[in-house]
């Protein structure tokens, strides 16, 4: 995920209350715990997507994932390095979309809003398809119905989220730790082993259908940087930290880069020593951990760990885009609908809306992580390069002492996430890069149109000007009525109550009905006129919405009163003719008067 | 279908004017056309249930089809009989929930309409269904559809209803003249040749699991008795003859009879003399055709009017029952929604329930004609036992001359109906006859308590009643407003008109906002007064409802005006939040003020 946590910031997930001090903020453990499950877990699907490109040139061509993981973790460091920078500038956090609407200007902070959206969408689909994988290495019965599994996954975490549980940074220490020596022990025990110790999976024969070329590496190269996203999120976290606020969140950065970076390289060493190739039913992790434990019940632990974070770095993304959502809705990009609380303290159209895409795309590509590899990496390398340009332009603004070497620094990474961002989008292009490619200005023209509408809409609203006083005018109220019973009692009280003049409405298409309505009407004598509008072919509504149009304006406030019969069981309801419901909608939607529903309760 | 067109007499289907006195009116022989499709189309599924029942007694038994007929015809001569006697009583048609409301009750009626539902709604799915084995026979590649096939017809039939088509009974005399002739046809070139002249369909093993005993062939005669369906359509239908209106009918009803009779006739006796038993992928009928007339274009020219006919048929249901669900709605035992007809004369509720309704049976069934033939027959005896035991009451009470003859050929019918009925319902009550009997006493349940419902509302409502004249009294309006804006300066001004007081209630979560806005309040100074809820959770609806229950009550009439913002596009719709929507709905559930809706236009 490109910018992270970013806007998590906004919504602490360790509640802080008044006079609690610093108790309730993270420690550098802690901090890892809360914000680094993202960038851990992708270790789950970056080999793997290194080693499915390059088996396509043979097995042979396997041996190039240790210097193509070399490379990637190269890039690591500089990011790391980078992002402790990013930390000691912006203690605030912020996120990109807020940095770059501060500080690069409108475009940018569109451009890095669409590609945020698409990043959270995209951490929870990766995260829930590798997590599904990995579940069904674990349990062979799963591994023909992934896609069935990412959706019930999907489901628990979207009822978790509308629910709003409040998450505690440490509630997840137990299974950040358990992942991390997991990871670790496969590492370890992997080489302290001369062989595997158990290999799981079925082979599947290897066409070779491409030669070893710059071509393939640079594919393989681009492909494993999926392992890279998430680090930047502590950098958009450091609110979050106990103080010394930026040395805690900067030492955070620095495990979190040290653990990822033996992690891969480990794993990297492993599949090379043991030529790992990809096996139908399992993932090249769990024939790591196979390797390294055996298949007792360290396999199926270190399994079920790796689906618990992977579904916990999904979570993330719950925490992030529904919060992102209701940004642009306070800013008129996105309908004010998503930045609606009920009562909950939950964004629940956000929590929806981010579900509903993410199982959208998990059904386009059947759950299979590989597919969406290529639009995952695209947006990652998108965020690096902006917050690294943003740096940057700091550093050369600013120039406090040693900014030189320290813009050099955010320079080569920004080269570096550039070069690795165009290698993806021209290698990965036919294979989904180009959905990224459309989504972002499609979202982008989405944003801009939503905020046009809202400028015209607050133009014409008088927003935040003080409008002229109302004017005080007299008042029809139209009754629409169909015979003369309790409820025309009460309708015309009530509107007797409410308009200065009142008439009485009824449309009839026999003219007997009429004749003996006009009588009962004259016996009545309530006191108010009666209009009968014939309609020969039977239709209630229409003749009354002429009518009331015939009636509008002249000044007059026009009010129709329709009256509602509204049985007190449910099940009756529909025993009521909805035709008042109807003229309701239809005369707000074809006239401009005031609609008012008068209900009448019965006791059945 | 048990009392067949009965409620069509209340439409006729010949559109009569004003001065044009008889012409409009029916022959005999467009009689036959207008009212006996529905009987004489039942030949495409009566003889091939007789003959699917036998065949499991081995190919030997299906011999047994021509006495069976014998009796079945035996049986349709004496309805015939009875019905020209109905015919001579009943010249007012009326059907047979008229009938039965008149002269035998409350619980008979409600019964008559629970069978007359259910049949017409069999009659759709049986004709439907033997129309889509029809053109299966004809076109093989349909025959693995058929569900699909009985479907579509089915679209169809609810759209041409829906858009509510004028039907003549001159546009059915060409197609009921084709079947006419080519049943006939089929009969005679049948009985002319001495072996068939093709024979059709994949023959398929038949397995004798049955002895040819008593009960075999009750089971096939009461199966063969679908073929009785229909001719009680003409006795309902009288008014829509040209006088001398009862002879022609009852020429009429004769004329069905013998048709009826000779086709089953001569169909029975070519299946036993050229064994024809049944075969996968065409129908009985199909193979007669095949027999007679060889697989030329006669054969598909036969197999295209017999589905034709059969949808015809469907379609008389199709101005049945909603003419039917329309009078228990007059009647207050169905909801009255199904009385409504809109600019179109069409009782559109009726259709849709009607084609739901058959969708469902159809889908349960699989399309599969044989497997509706218990169910159907069930209610046909129903019918005709109900209408014949209410000639004899009627020969008993008036006693005119001859009528203990007449009693007797009434009550022979009811006698011999009651017969066939218990047969039918005793072999076939596990095969689906027991559908019917929950479903009768379910509707019976239905219409009761509809009925009952109308009843305490009606009373409640003081319906029929000249009730207390209405009061006067004072009104206050409440508006609920977010900020000071145009939008409140509308609301004001209508709420002015219309209300004796009028006070603005804005519910604010954050303690600054709220100040604001009364300092903004302030120097508008709108001369309302302003109240500000404080909603610390963030809920908008909550606190406006319990601040207006707060005020309800104490003699005013209390009314809340809710503004809203409407874009002139509706694709804008969603960007205005919906929260008005909602206010309004909760405020209708759960107070009894009236709530109005004022629309505020944007030009976007």
Not at 177 to 201: D, E, T, W
Not at 372 to 389: K, R, W
Not at 428 to 448: C, H, N, S
Request: one cysteine or more.
């Amino acid at each position: 995920m490109a910018f992270g946590l970013a806007h998590r910031a906004l919504r602490p997930r360790v509640p802080l209350r008044h006079g609690e001090g610093d108790k309730h903020h993270l420690t550098s453990i802690e901090g890892l715990a809360a914000l680094s499950l993202d960038a851990l877990s992708s270790v789950a699907y970056g080999p793997e997507a290194i080693v499915v490109v390059l088996v396509a040139a043979g097995t042979g061509a396997l041996t190039a994932t240790l210097p193509i993981t070399v490379v990637i973790t190269i890039l690591l460091t500089v990011l790391v390095i980078s992002y402790r920078q990013v930390i000691a500038v912006h203690p605030d956090g912020g996120g990109a979309y807020a940095v770059a609407k501060k500080s690069l200007g409108q475009r940018v902070s569109l451009l890095a809003a669409a590609s945020l959206t698409i990043d959270y969408v995209l951490t929870v689909a990766v995260s829930l398809a590798a997590g599904a994988a990995s579940l069904a290495s674990a349990f062979p019965i799963l591994s023909s119905h992934l896609l069935a599994v990412c959706l019930v996954l999907l489901a628990l975490l979207t009822a978790v989220n509308l629910w709003g549980v409040a998450e505690s940074a440490r509630a997840l220490m137990l299974p950040t730790v358990l992942f991390i020596i997991s990871m670790l022990g496969i590492v370890v025990m992997g080489i302290l082993r001369s062989h595997p110790a158990a290999v799981v999976g079925a082979a599947h024969p290897v066409r070779t259908t491409e030669a070893l070329g710059v071509l393939l590496i640079l594919k393989a190269f681009s492909s494993g940087c999926s392992a890279l996203t998430g680090v930047e999120a502590i950098a958009n976290g450091v609110p979050m930290f106990r103080e010394p606020r930026i040395k805690r969140a900067q030492h955070t950065e620095l495990m979190l880069g040290m653990l990822l970076g033996m992690m891969l390289l480990g794993m990297a060493y492993l599949i090379r020593r043991d030529h790992v190739a990809p096996r139908d039913g399992v993932t090249v992790l769990a024939q790591l951990a196979a390797g390294s434990y055996g298949t007792g019940w360290e396999y199926y632990a270190t399994n079920l760990i790796i689906t618990l974070v992977l579904a916990l770095a999904a979570n993330t993304s719950f925490g992030g885009l529904p919060v992102l959502m209701s940004l642009l809705a306070r800013d008129d990009r996105l309908p004010h609908l998503f930045g609606l609380r009920a009562e909950r303290p939950v964004y629940r159209y956000g929590v929806v809306a981010l579900a509903l895409l993410s199982a959208l795309l998990l059904n386009a590509v059947g759950g299979e992580t590989h597919r969406l590899i290529p639009l995952f990496a695209i947006g990652v390398f998108t965020g690096f390069t902006i917050s690294q340009v943003g740096l940057v332009r700091h550093w050369a603004t600013e120039q406090p002492e040693g900014w030189l070497r320290r813009a050099m620094i955010n320079g080569l990474g920004a080269v570096l996430t550039t070069g690795a961002g165009l290698v993806l989008l021209t290698t990965k292009f036919l294979e989904g890069a180009w959905v990224v490619l459309v989504a972002v200005p499609l979202l982008m023209l989405l944003f801009t149109r939503v905020q046009r509408y809202y400028a015209t809409a607050g133009e014409e609203l008088g927003l935040g000007r003080i409008p002229p006083p109302p004017v005080r005018t007299m008042s029809l109220v139209i009754v629409p009525l169909g015979e003369v019973s309790r409820l025309a009692q009460r309708a015309l009280t009530a509107a007797l109550a409410l308009g200065d003049e009142v008439v009485a409405v009824s449309v009839q298409a026999e003219p007997e009905k009429a004749r003996a309505l006009q009588d009962t009407w004259e016996r009545w004598n309530p006191g108010v006129r009666l209009e009968i509008i014939d309609s020969p072919h039977r239709s209630l509504v229409q003749p009354m919405v002429a009518y009331v149009r015939r009636e509008a304006g002249g000044g007059r406030e026009i009010a129709v009163l329709i009256p509602e019969v509204e049985p007190r069981h449910r099940r009756y309801k529909m025993l009521q003719n909805q035709r008042g419901l109807l003229l309701a909608t239809v005369l707000r939607a074809r006239t401009d008067v005031v609609v008012c529903m008068m209900p009448y309760g019965l006791s059945v």
